[in-house]
């Protein structure tokens, strides 16, 4: 079984990109090249067949979180990270939601040792009967994550003009969201122009 990839899973059921950082994959969940947005977690199934997908990247055993509190987390997400491409100023009412709920639940760093080396573990530890909380503050926490560290500076948006994918690319010389949807789009476009130009 080893073909399996979060990307071929998650374009079966309609989500064009994964793989990306988790809070990279939530926002990627809504198009905004479209008018109106094309809004991918259109409901709650839509939604949990979502976070089923990263069900590995979350803490075990959290239930996937209800439409409601997942789209709220994914707009301040998208404010945040389409800011710091246009080089803006951080939403603060954005800053605020992703802070409260990665400050909603208590977790817990070790320091492991491994066949490869030092680790580290973080046990999260939910509060209440909110156990959705625990998804939804690994979403925040990969924002976190994200931007706090070198990687920010290799978030990209597709160069697609009809899509608005973000990323973290790890070639400098990507460009695309998706080589076999974006890119070859582009290449066959290209192509088109370059053959059928009178």
């Known amino acids: 079984m080893g073909g399996w990839s979060r990307l071929d899973s998650a374009q079966t059921l309609g989500f064009p990109l994964a793989d990306e950082p988790l809070a990279v994959d939530l926002a990627d969940t809504i198009i905004t090249s479209t008018s109106p947005a094309t809004d991918l977690l259109s409901d709650e199934t839509r939604c949990r067949l979502w976070w089923d997908l990263q069900h590995d990247r979350v803490p075990d055993g959290a239930p996937a979180p209800p439409l409601a509190p997942t789209v709220e987390l994914r707009h301040a997400v998208r404010t945040i990270l389409d800011g710091h491409l246009a080089g803006t100023s951080p939403d603060i009412a954005a800053l605020d939601l992703v802070n409260g709920i990665a400050a909603s639940v208590t977790c ?42 070198p990687s ?16 973290v690319a790890a070639d400098a010389r990507r460009k695309f969201c998706t080589q076999n949807i974006c890119a070859n789009r582009m290449r066959a476009a290209r192509h ?7």
């Not at 040792?113 to 926490?141: F, M, N, S, V």
């Not at 088109?192 to 009178?198: A, D, N």
């Open 192 to 198: 088109y122009r370059r053959h059928h130009h009178s």
């Open 152 to 167: 920010q500076t290799r978030l990209r948006c597709c160069q697609n003009p009809t899509c608005s994918m973000l990323f």
């Open 108 to 149: 817990t760093r070790q320091l492991v040792h491994t066949k490869t080396g030092w680790a580290t573990t973080t046990t999260y530890h939910p509060i209440g009967d909110q156990r959705h909380q625990l998804a939804l503050a690994a979403a925040a926490d990969s924002l976190i994550d994200l931007l706090s560290s």
